[in-house]
């Protein structure tokens, strides 16, 4: 009886860049963060293009009734000022964007460089390094937030760096950990045996290999920052008026003509539910395809699985035809 | 048959009812009180936040909400003079949260009488019998001279005293002393004597030996004055309770209860209630009594319901306007043109039946109509059409006079505000509209704190929206002239000082100040320094209950809630509308 031996029939498949990659599983594994994929597309795009999408200026005053409801000419309504509710919901949009990704970039890169300081080189550097993260993480994040922007007085720009820079700092301690987990492999050691600086160790080994929890952390942040800015916009310390801010929308305004005009607070409200919940679902999405050992993920142990499933039942074959021939 | 015949007068029933109440009459703004007034009850009011302070020597006198239930001044506003449950002479409405400040208004408090000699003394009589209340140190003894002189003294000394650090000169000038144990005699330069006319209706007496021995009376349990309540609890954020001062010296002065001792009710529990829509909605279920300040758009809800009792008035207590810096000269707003434009292309009367439902005023700055100002006010209809022409709408014109004054494309201004939707929304309609003739505005809202530090120095560089003195400062002139605060728009204009000197001249004689106000108002206004947008008027409702009162807030000089003494409760009534 032949039989075949560690070399299972495998149909090769092409190895696709690691962006591809994580696309096609997202839409093959991960229905909800598709779901989320496609809601964070459309923000992207609604708020790329608002200037061509709305139907009226965001600031246009009386360009329909005031506290108006939702007709054919103003799908969403009007607020206050008579501002067509749509028009302001579709820049706000475009608010959103900016806020989710200009925080999540500047939150990423401190808290790369911040936990690459600490986790590479250790020692006394990390033990201040993490009391300083310590002693910025035991503030009350709200209280410190509207204590910058007091300081730094309101504005798109000052929501987006004091955000950043609250999210970046408190984020270092994901990416410190990851660096410290690298930094006890082997190959780290052969690139310091044979003479590799630290900035080409931490440019062509470390960062490859944290790439895939920062990319997780951006999609977290992004989410959270939307939600950050809505809340101070919402307690007034946020984007000025009348920039159309969703938070803003909902706060005194949305709150004042609740019983009055329901919709000039449901929809901002909803909005920001469902972009929230879209770029959650995808940040949720994009951990579990990086991280195998998460538990109750389906990343590459899952594909793992499949392929070795695969495999056994290729060699059953082989060896069902192997019998068959040997009969014959 | 007969179920369904039941059923069909039932559902007649109940349309003709709420038919009834749809075409009802809304409520009636003033009744003449015939009922003998009824002692006992709680009176249930609120204000939005806690009081500052319980000295205000120690904290600004606004900030001292409370203070004009415990505590009095020399004089005050006088409740005869205004409607007094239909009773009284109605000069005066007493609607306005503050600032209303003329001395043929006043009466005694503290003082029993008083003279006026010439331009630089008073002298006041003390009343006989007034007792503190019964609380160690004073244990109720009566209240002399010497407590006066030495609460006034302190006022213009203590460095955290309003008076000495808003109008420090007038403060040093003051000499106050007491000739005899029943008279005060105040003496300042003629030049700070309306200072010290206004002053003398916020500054609240004290006890001496209590301010010794507690150093200041900021702890509400020290809380000691002569007012007609009592304050007995306090627990911020939430409600300060008030009881009758059994030994309070005041009869009321008119109508049915005419003689009798005042307060008529039991207590006052002042809620502190920060959100508008709980205040509505304590209001609503009968838990307020009195609800103080609502909007059109608010009132729309009340003025629905027959039963409530409201008034509708002007408040210029708040109200904001837009200041300009017309100091730098190289600064657009130091050209009358270009002030003029952005006046012209702001559209007033969109923003008034839009925004405020038709219902205010275009003209409010410098001086809102008043009846107990009306000698210094010049409505509208009669300004001359320069000035009327700025309250219209004509953005070509205001293009033209950019153009001319060296902006064609016009230029970009920021604003600082207050960050509440009473401030942002007009500066957002005022963006719009500006943005049509190329000013491009851009707001910067601040929380309360930095904006009334803003306004306090006047640190703007470009625009500010900020609030201004009301009626009871209009001859002093501060909204226009001078460094102080009021001044937002730095303006410095000797035509306008020369007024002021000669009203401050004529002073107390307020015919003639109010004349010089008058012939002055034309002029002010077609120089544009400060833009005005328009002001929606104020509703107050009251349910039934509250007797003896017409709407009634703050009697004088920012005196709020004094009204209080004076009304009283039907109790029956309101059991039968909300039980017990």
């Given amino acids: 009886m032949a039989r075949i031996e560690a070399f299972p029939v495998v149909e090769e498949t092409k190895r696709r860049s690691f962006l591809a990659d994580l696309l096609i599983r997202l839409v093959k594994e991960k229905p909800l963060g598709t779901v989320g994929g496609i809601i964070v597309l459309a923000l992207l795009i609604v708020g790329v293009f608002a200037g061509l999408i709305a139907p009226y200026g965001y600031n246009d005053i009386y360009v329909g009734p005031r506290l108006g409801a939702p007709s054919p000419e103003h799908l969403l309504g009007c607020d206050q000022l008579g501002r067509d509710l749509l028009s302001r919901i579709i820049y706000g949009a475009r608010i959103s964007l900016v806020v989710g990704l200009g925080v999540s970039a500047i939150a990423v890169v401190l808290s790369t460089a911040i936990g690459f300081v600490s986790g590479y080189f250790g020692g006394k550097i990390d033990m201040i390094v993490q009391r300083f993260v310590d002693a910025w993480l035991s503030i009350p994040p709200l209280f410190l937030i509207l204590t910058l922007i007091a300081v730094a007085g309101p504005g798109m720009l000052q929501v987006i760096l004091v955000l950043g820079v609250l999210f970046g700092i408190g984020q270092s301690r994901i990416v410190r950990g990851a660096v410290m987990g690298i930094r006890a492999n082997t190959y780290l050691e052969a690139a310091t045996s044979i003479g590799c600086r630290t900035g080409r160790i931490l440019w062509k080994h470390v960062l490859p290999n944290v790439t895939a929890p920062i990319i997780v952390l951006f999609t977290i942040t992004m989410g959270a920052a939307i939600l950050v800015e809505a809340t101070i916009s919402f307690l007034g310390f946020g984007i000025p008026p009348p920039a159309p801010s969703w938070g803003g929308m909902l706060s005194e305004a949305g709150r004042r003509y609740m019983l009055m005009a329901p919709n000039m607070a449901l929809w901002p409200g909803l909005f920001l539910a469902v972009v929230v919940y879209g770029i959650n679902m995808l940040g949720d999405a994009f951990r579990d395809l990086v991280d195998p050992r998460l538990r109750g993920g389906l990343g590459r142990y899952d594909r793992a699985k499949r392929m070795t499933a695969k495999i056994k039942r290729n060699r059953a074959v082989e060896v069902i035809d192997d019998q068959v021939k040997n009969k014959k | 048959m007969i179920k369904k015949r039941l059923v069909t007068i039932v559902g007649c029933l109940i349309v003709v009812s709420l038919i009834a109440t749809g075409c009802a009459k809304v409520g009636e703004d003033i009744t003449v009180e015939t009922k003998d007034p009824e002692y006992g009850g709680v009176l249930n009011i609120s204000m939005i936040n806690d009081p500052q302070g319980f000295d205000d020597a120690i904290q600004a006198h606004y900030n001292c909400q409370s203070l004009k239930l415990t505590n009095e001044e020399l004089w005050t506003g006088d409740w005869a003079k205004g409607r007094a449950g239909g009773h009284g002479s109605a000069e005066c409405d007493w609607f306005n949260g503050g600032g209303l400040n003329r001395v043929e208004h006043k009466a005694g408090a503290v003082a029993e009488s008083w003279e006026i000699v010439g331009k630089d003394t008073m002298i006041f009589h003390i009343r006989e019998g007034i007792k503190w209340h019964d609380k160690t140190p004073v244990n109720g003894r009566e209240l002399t001279a010497d407590d006066v002189v030495f609460s006034l003294n302190r006022q213009c000394t203590l460095p955290t005293a309003y008076m ?417």
Wanted: aromatic share 16%; with cysteine; net charge negative.
């Fill in chain 2, 164 to 580: 000495k650090r808003t109008y420090p000169q007038a403060s040093a000038s003051m000499q106050i002393s007491a000739p005899d144990a029943s008279t005060v005699m105040i003496k300042c330069e003629p030049k700070y004597f309306g200072d010290i006319i206004t002053m003398l209706d916020y500054m609240e007496i004290y006890p001496r030996e209590a301010v010794e021995e507690f150093e200041d009376m900021s702890d509400w349990k020290n809380s000691i004055g002569t007012g007609p309540f009592i304050l007995t609890d306090y627990v911020p954020g939430s409600l300060m309770t008030f009881a009758r001062n059994p030994n309070y010296w005041e009869k009321d002065p008119v109508g049915p209860g005419s003689g009798n001792q005042l307060p008529y009710v039991d207590g006052i529990k002042l809620y502190i209630i920060p959100d508008e829509s709980t205040s509505l909605a304590q209001f609503r279920t009968g838990k307020l009594d009195i609800l103080h300040q609502v909007d059109w758009e608010i009132a729309q809800e009340f003025l629905q319901m027959p039963q409530l009792k409201h008034v509708s008035y002007f408040d210029d207590y708040g109200q904001a306007c837009i200041y300009m810096r017309t100091d730098k000269k190289d600064s657009p707003f130091a050209d009358k043109r270009v002030r003029q434009a952005l006046w012209l292309a702001i559209d007033n009367q969109q923003i008034l039946d839009d925004y405020y439902g038709g219902e205010g005023t275009l003209l409010k700055w410098p001086l809102m109509e008043f009846k107990e100002y009306a000698g210094a006010y010049v409505p509208l209809e009669q300004l001359p059409e320069s000035v009327q022409e700025l309250y219209g709408y004509n953005p070509e014109k205001a293009k033209q006079l950019l153009a001319d004054a060296g902006y064609p494309n016009g230029f970009k201004a920021k604003i600082i505000c207050y960050n509440q939707r009473a401030y942002t929304d007009p500066l957002t309609m005022v963006k719009a509209m500006w943005a049509k003739v190329g000013v491009e505005l851009e707001l910067e809202p601040k929380e309360w704190g930095a904006y009334t530090s803003v306004i306090a120095r006047r640190a703007y560089d470009d625009m500010l929206f900020g609030y201004y003195s009301g009626a009871g400062t209009c001859f002093k002139a501060i909204n226009y002239t001078g460094s102080g605060m009021y001044n937002g728009g730095y303006i410095d204009d000797p035509v306008l000082n020369k007024a002021r000197d000669e009203m401050l001249a004529a002073y107390p004689d307020e015919v003639v100040a109010d004349q010089i106000h008058r012939e002055l108002m034309p002029y002010l206004l077609e120089q544009a320094y400060v833009i005005a947008l328009p002001a929606g008027k104020q509703y107050r409702f009251w349910w039934p209950w509250v007797r003896n009162y017409s709407g009634e807030y703050s009697m004088g000089y920012y005196n709020l809630y004094n009204y209080s003494k004076y009304v009283w409760l039907d109790q029956e009534l309101k059991e039968s509308m909300f039980g017990k």
